[in-house]
């Protein structure tokens, strides 16, 4: 049952005998450094679900760690952040938000508890649902925005489109880069090279990870999503290491090109500025967050509405929380597994921390797809 | 088993392992003897009757859109019930009972038009509805329309889903995850290219079939309704305590629901569906039940997808052809990712 041709050569990113090949390479590469384990680094929960879904680890040779660091903009939401879309909620604002979002814990609730106490969330796919909800209304509706630039974008492009005046977005948006150099700077962690995401390197385009590349003496990959895409930049990224070229590569070509997609970014910037800010887990990331800029106050719900939020940050972390390994999780330190409440008291059904709450949380995946068990008979 | 909570929540009518734990710790539990027959959760009960078993079934239907591509809320009624007779064994249906609760304000002519379409559904089953309800309920009171069918069969032979042993052959009838999809398209009016239409069908002739093909040699059955495919695997794997490996290759999957499912990071597995079934058959026999099913206008997708191993009771392990890992249930609805 293969999709339909057009004439064209159908693309075969799922070719089980390519993929040996390529794990093959790896296995050479990985052998001819000498050192193991060599962890690599990618920042995207698309990626990870790509890993886990095809059960790729159990292909890649014993001494490659492939390691998932930021990259997950629902989990690195701050819990002051949930706070102000649950007090809006519970102000009687609308809330339109994506589906993530409306499980991820705040300091005391959640957007699903403002729902389940009568407060009205709307899950929503895209931005322009969010602006068509509001079009149908004369209330007020917030956008609850989280998401990496990808995301970030379409924000921008509704807010240049002129919304209707009942209409604003609570920015939880996040950039990716900067967390990058967060984690290049942790001495505990030994990332060789990293993946950056074909996504969002369809905007912003790879030469942005040059200077990055070079000040950290870490090459970086862009890759796009398939089993063979993800291989094919883990080669690439090992050669590179081998070769100690410190520069960005882009192993996703069909998509993404060295400058990106300018226009994307112009209407990025025109409506967003960076700011430091709290990542969950993570801690202040300078220059880590999308904010609205000034000119945009008319459509800020931080600017345009009184967000009480003390009401719900009384309540002390509970000894759960306290054990939950999320931000070391996040920034590569250690896996899923090594935290005492994974599968335990940690499932998708009642989730302790941000990871296991969203898709693209490592912990949600893992758990998902078992984590790494030893099922024998993998390619 | 997961903790209940103090409330009901929607994960506990997703069809996972929440639902079960529902089930289990309220009614299971708390019917004892009286609810005899109930602990085996099966698609329906079992009444030994003579020399063979009075099989007896019941559903309530809430569907968002009532009506949907390729169905709605009354055929969906009609086709949920036939099948869960014909899952364990029973296709031929001696008669159903439906009860509708209606709110008030519902049109008239949508309740003609779901009528129609149950009447339709019930020729293609070869049914008929012989006693029923109505009630009506205060606007706002409940949403739209409630339908619920009960139906009763005959049969020689019951069918469980916790027949699998190590050894068996599984066979899915078609291609996965339609109804869901086209269900969720249409709920969330999602602009998709493509046709998503869901499968929703009676499947008492299609198993009649293969029963005729397979006779003993057919070991377990399960429609794979809310939860999906992975759902059924899990329980027929847990129930029949032996491990399943599903190639994930093997599987049919339409191009349009693969598209839909890629683009919303929903796994086709997961998704519910309403036309199709999963069969475990002894080795031996799964060549001549692939043949009958196939030859079925219900059944010409029909596919070998896996097989039942010693190993890991209770799991089922996908092999995509790149590596292998665990196949997962789905947990409480399904929420489309965001990026």
């Known amino acids: 049952m293969s999709a339909a041709s057009s004439g064209v050569a159908e693309l075969k990113f799922r070719d089980p005998g390519r993929a040996r090949e390529l794990t093959t390479a790896l296995a050479r590469l990985v052998q001819g450094l000498h050192r193991a384990p060599v962890t690599l680094m990618h920042v995207c929960g698309t990626h990870e679900q790509a890993i886990a879904r095809f059960g790729l680890r159990s292909s890649l040779p014993p001494g490659l760690r492939v390691i998932m660091g930021p990259g997950c903009p629902v989990c690195v939401t701050d819990l002051g952040e949930v706070d102000e879309g649950v007090a809006l909620a519970l102000q009687g604002v609308r809330i339109a938000t994506y589906g993530d979002m409306v499980k991820l814990p705040g300091s005391s609730k959640s957007l699903a508890d403002a729902q389940a106490e009568g407060a009205r969330v709307e899950v929503v796919y895209s931005a322009t649902q969010a602006v068509e909800l509001a079009r149908a209304s004369e209330e007020p509706v917030v956008f609850f925005a989280s998401g990496f630039e990808t995301t970030a974008v379409t924000t921008a492009a509704i807010l240049l489109a002129k919304p209707p005046a009942n209409f604003s977005v609570l920015s939880a948006h996040k950039y990716v880069p900067p967390a990058m150099e967060a984690v290049a700077c942790l001495p505990e962690t030994r990332v060789e090279g990293f993946l950056a995401a074909g996504h969002a390197a369809v905007i912003t385009g790879y030469g942005l990870f040059e200077d990055f590349a070079r000040r950290h003496h870490t090459p970086v990959v862009v890759a796009g999503f398939e089993p063979l895409d993800i291989l094919a930049a883990l080669v690439k990224l090992l050669e590179m290491i081998r070769d100690r070229d410190y520069g960005a590569a882009n192993a996703y070509p069909r998509c993404v090109t060295r400058e990106g997609n300018r226009h994307a970014q112009a209407s990025l910037w025109r409506v967003f500025e960076s700011a430091d800010g709290p990542w969950r887990g993570i801690g202040v990331i300078p220059n880590g967050n999308l904010q609205l800029r000034k000119e945009w106050a008319a459509l800020d719900a931080r600017r345009r509405f009184r967000i009480d939020v003390s009401g719900l940050q009384q309540k002390a972390r509970s000894e759960l929380s306290r054990r939950c390994l999320c931000g070391k999780i996040m920034v590569g330190l250690v896996e899923p597994t090594d935290c005492p409440l994974f599968g335990r008291e940690c499932v998708p059904e009642s989730p302790v921390g941000a990871c296991m709450v969203s898709s693209e949380g490592t912990c949600k995946i893992w758990y998902q797809y078992g984590g790494r068990p030893d099922l024998g008979g993998g390619t | ?339």
């Open chain 2, 1 to 339: 088993m997961s903790k209940l909570g103090e409330t009901v929540a929607q994960k506990h009518g997703a069809g996972g392992s929440a639902m079960r734990t529902l089930i289990e710790k309220v009614f299971v539990a708390g019917l004892g003897p009286a609810g005899a027959g109930l602990a085996a959760m099966d698609d329906g009960a079992a009444i030994p009757v003579g020399d063979g078993f009075l099989v007896l079934t019941t559903d309530s239907y809430v569907i968002k859109p009532l009506f949907f591509p390729g169905g709605d809320i009354g055929r969906l009624a009609i086709c949920g019930t036939i099948n869960d007779l014909a899952m364990m064994g029973a296709t031929e249906p001696l008669g159903l009972t439906c009860a509708v609760i209606i709110e008030a304000g519902f049109a008239i002519a949508d309740l003609e038009r779901i009528r129609d379409s149950m009447r339709a559904a019930c020729v293609e089953a070869g049914a008929t509805i012989v006693t029923g309800d109505t009630k009506v309920m205060g606007k706002g009171e409940l949403d739209g329309i409630v339908v619920n069918t009960a139906g009763v069969a005959f049969a020689k032979r019951v069918v469980p889903d916790s027949g699998l042993r190590t050894g068996d052959r599984i066979i899915v009838t078609g291609s996965v995850g339609d109804h869901g999809f086209a269900v969720m398209a249409a709920r969330h009016k999602l602009q998709l290219q493509g046709e998503l239409v869901s499968d929703v069908a009676p499947l008492n002739g299609l198993v009649r079939a293969a029963q005729a093909a397979g006779g003993e040699f057919i070991s377990a059955m399960k429609d794979p309704t809310r939860g999906g495919l992975s759902s059924a695997l899990h329980e027929m794997a847990a129930k029949g305590k032996v491990g399943i490996v599903l190639d994930e290759a093997c599987v049919p999957v339409r191009p349009e629901v693969r598209a839909a499912s890629e683009l919303l990071g929903i796994d086709p597995l997961h998704v519910a569906n309403e036309g199709k079934a999963v069969i475990g058959v002894r080795a031996d026999a799964t060549d001549r039940v692939l043949q009958v099913l196939r030859a079925h206008p219900l059944g010409r997708d029909a596919a070998i997808i896996g097989g039942c191993v010693a190993e890991r009771p209770g799991s089922v392990i996908l092999d995509t052809g790149f590596g292998r890992r665990l196949l997962a249930e789905p947990e409480g609805e399904l929420l489309p990712r965001i990026c």
